[in-house]
């Protein structure tokens, strides 16, 4: 993991390189206020103020150098990331203002994620200076969070089975006190059946299990966050073409997301008793699995048809689901890598958001859209119900048809969640299939700040 902490410092006045800020719009402006050696730098340069821009402007002597960066409305977030990538090892302040939310990108910016390089690339940290030495811990802490989802996405599914990914969830665990506990083997399959049923294809390696950790005084509010952990999907039986597998390493996004928000949430020590629970299985092909047709018995008490083997992160999250709801929490929160039909639908970068709560809805999208991480709420449409009926049991896993995928998805999961229960879920890609600064192609954090600034807003310190 990358030492974030070594990249921001208190600025104490010590010697440090200048970053000005300079708006696009007002880029002409600005512009006419620099000495003539800084106006040539710009033209050579063809800066124009424009988002991800960096130009060097010399000083009066030849280590008095300068940087101008070009920032947009839309990129404020990360404005800086650009900079954190190109620049020269150093220090750097910013000539007005502390850099505040900005700084988690110039930090993100030197993420790297080496652990398949013979040689990993070095490179000299950029130490960001600010004003506000108070918010440092809070800026590396989401940074932390969020390289270790990437982290965890990016490792090969060879390298990161269930029990790789339990042991990700202990060291969380460990590192701040919590109970830590695994179910599996004969005991996950008569408490956690469907959990068992879709991962009992794989090897005893890679055995199915449920990853609980439980955290907090029981005096204060309980919070559930659940993470889908399906660390290989193929498909089952319904098996997915080779594209279809080529990413599905990843399929195990939820539980990274959900790890990370639980070891924000235990850092911080925030007043809650927090329910991290993880299904963790890998979707393989054997004469063991599971086959279209079967009818599995959930934790619940429901019967569940298998109308698609591929749709097996419904069926462990229905276990987990039904476990959280027995103790009653104020709050459930899922994360999951569920449905392409959310892809289709909203793209790599907007997660869809499902809540059978008004106020939490309302609360998720404005906290997304305060710390620029967006989420766009779809409806749990209740007429489409019907489409996940099945002529011989209680539900269907994988309505025909093809619509509404990501819809019928979320029903789905209502059904395992008590009505008085607080609940959202979050169908989320866990990928960049693009780089942009401070966001490398790959294992991405997609919904995780908006659901820590929820929890800080409903739990504060």
Same mark, same amino acid.
């Given at each position: 993991?990358?030492?974030?902490?070594?990249?921001?410092?208190?600025?104490?006045?010590?010697?440090?390189?200048?970053?000005?800020?300079?708006?696009?719009?007002?880029?002409?402006?600005?512009?006419?206020?620099?000495?003539?050696?800084? *106006?040539?730098?710009?033209?050579?340069?063809?800066?124009?103020?424009?988002?991800? +821009?960096?130009?060097?402007?010399?000083?009066?002597?030849?280590?008095?150098? +300068? %940087?101008?960066?070009? %920032?947009?409305?839309?990129? *404020?977030?990360?404005?800086?990331?650009?900079?954190?990538?190109?620049?020269?090892?150093?220090?750097?302040?910013?000539?007005?203002?502390?850099?505040?939310?900005?700084?988690?990108?110039?930090?993100?910016?030197?993420?790297?994620?080496?652990?398949?390089?013979?040689?990993?690339?070095?490179?000299?940290?950029?130490?960001?200076?600010? +004003?506000?030495?108070?918010?440092?811990?809070?800026?590396?802490?989401?940074?932390?969070?969020?390289?270790? %989802?990437?982290?965890?996405?990016?490792?090969?599914?060879?390298?990161?089975?269930?029990?790789?990914?339990?042991?990700?969830?202990?060291?969380?665990?460990?590192?701040?006190?919590?109970?830590?506990?695994?179910?599996?083997?004969?005991?996950? *399959?008569?408490?956690?059946? !469907?959990? $068992?049923?879709?991962?009992?294809?794989?090897?005893?390696?890679?055995?199915? @299990?449920?990853?609980?950790?439980?955290?907090?005084?029981?005096? $204060?509010?309980?919070?559930?966050?659940?993470?889908?952990? %399906?660390?290989?999907?193929?498909?089952?039986?319904?098996?997915?073409?080779?594209?279809?597998?080529?990413?599905?390493?990843?399929?195990?996004?939820?539980?990274? $997301?959900?790890?990370?928000?639980?070891?924000?949430?235990?850092?911080?020590?925030?007043?809650?008793?927090?329910?991290?629970?993880?299904?963790?299985?890998?979707?393989?092909? +054997?004469?063991?699995?599971?086959?279209?047709?079967?009818?599995?018995?959930? @934790?619940?008490?429901? $019967?569940?048809?298998?109308?698609?083997?591929?749709?097996?992160?419904?069926?462990?999250?229905?276990?987990?689901?039904?476990?959280?709801?027995?103790?009653?929490?104020?709050?459930?929160?899922?994360?999951?890598?569920?449905?392409?039909?959310?892809?289709?639908?909203?793209?790599?970068?907007?997660?869809?958001?499902?809540?059978?709560?008004?106020?939490?809805?309302?609360?998720?999208?404005?906290?997304?859209?305060?710390?620029?991480?967006?989420?766009?709420?779809?409806?749990?449409?209740?007429?489409?119900?019907? !489409?996940?009926?099945?002529?011989?049991?209680?539900?269907?896993?994988?309505?025909?048809?093809?619509?509404?995928?990501?819809?019928?998805?979320?029903?789905?999961?209502?059904?395992?969640?008590?009505?008085?229960?607080?609940?959202?879920?979050?169908?989320?890609?866990?990928?960049?299939?693009?780089?942009?600064?401070?966001?490398?192609?790959?294992?991405?954090?997609?919904?995780?700040?908006?659901?820590?600034?929820?929890?800080?807003?409903?739990?504060? *310190?």
């Amino acid at each position: 993991m990358t030492d974030f902490s070594a990249l921001i410092s208190p600025d104490r006045g010590q010697s440090a390189r200048t970053l000005m800020l300079v708006p696009h719009a007002e880029f002409t402006q600005w512009l006419t206020l620099q000495p003539p050696r800084a *106006r040539a730098a710009v033209e050579a340069a063809r800066f124009e103020g424009k988002a991800d +821009s960096v130009v060097i402007l010399p000083g009066e002597a030849p280590e008095e150098w +300068s %940087v101008a960066i070009g %920032v947009e409305p839309e990129n *404020r977030l990360w404005c800086l990331a650009a900079a954190a990538a190109k620049l020269p090892e150093g220090t750097y302040r910013l000539a007005e203002g502390a850099p505040g939310d900005c700084a988690l990108g110039w930090l993100l910016a030197q993420h790297r994620f080496d652990r398949y390089r013979e040689k990993p690339e070095v490179i000299g940290a950029r130490v960001l200076l600010t +004003s506000e030495p108070a918010r440092i811990d809070e800026i590396v802490r989401l940074a932390e969070a969020t390289g270790l %989802v990437r982290d965890l996405v990016d490792t090969g599914a060879g390298d990161l089975g269930p029990a790789e990914l339990a042991d990700a969830a202990k060291a969380v665990a460990d590192k701040h006190g919590a109970r830590f506990s695994v179910t599996q083997g004969d005991a996950l *399959r008569d408490h956690y059946p !469907m959990i $068992h049923a879709v991962g009992r294809a794989a090897t005893k390696a890679r055995s199915p @299990r449920l990853i609980e950790v439980e955290w907090g005084d029981p005096a $204060h509010p309980r919070i559930a966050v659940i993470g889908k952990g %399906v660390c290989f999907d193929s498909g089952g039986l319904d098996i997915k073409p080779g594209s279809g597998m080529l990413l599905m390493k990843k399929d195990m996004g939820g539980a990274a $997301h959900a790890i990370a928000l639980a070891g924000l949430i235990m850092a911080t020590r925030l007043p809650v008793h927090l329910h991290l629970l993880i299904p963790a299985v890998e979707n393989a092909v +054997s004469a063991e699995s599971f086959r279209p047709g079967d009818v599995l018995t959930s @934790r619940k008490g429901l $019967h569940v048809e298998i109308g698609n083997t591929d749709a097996e992160g419904r069926l462990i999250l229905a276990d987990a689901l039904t476990r959280a709801g027995e103790e009653a929490p104020t709050l459930m929160l899922d994360f999951a890598t569920l449905t392409g039909a959310a892809r289709v639908a909203l793209g790599p970068d907007l997660p869809a958001l499902f809540a059978n709560d008004e106020v939490l809805a309302r609360d998720l999208i404005e906290a997304g859209d305060r710390v620029d991480d967006p989420l766009w709420r779809l409806p749990l449409w209740r007429p489409y119900n019907e !489409m996940l009926k099945s002529d011989i049991a209680d539900i269907n896993n994988a309505p025909g048809g093809g619509f509404a995928g990501t819809i019928t998805a979320a029903l789905f999961l209502e059904r395992f969640v008590a009505a008085e229960t607080p609940w959202a879920h979050f169908d989320t890609f866990a990928w960049r299939p693009t780089a942009k600064p401070g966001r490398p192609k790959g294992g991405e954090a997609l919904g995780l700040r908006a659901a820590w600034a929820l929890l800080q807003g409903r739990f504060p *310190r």
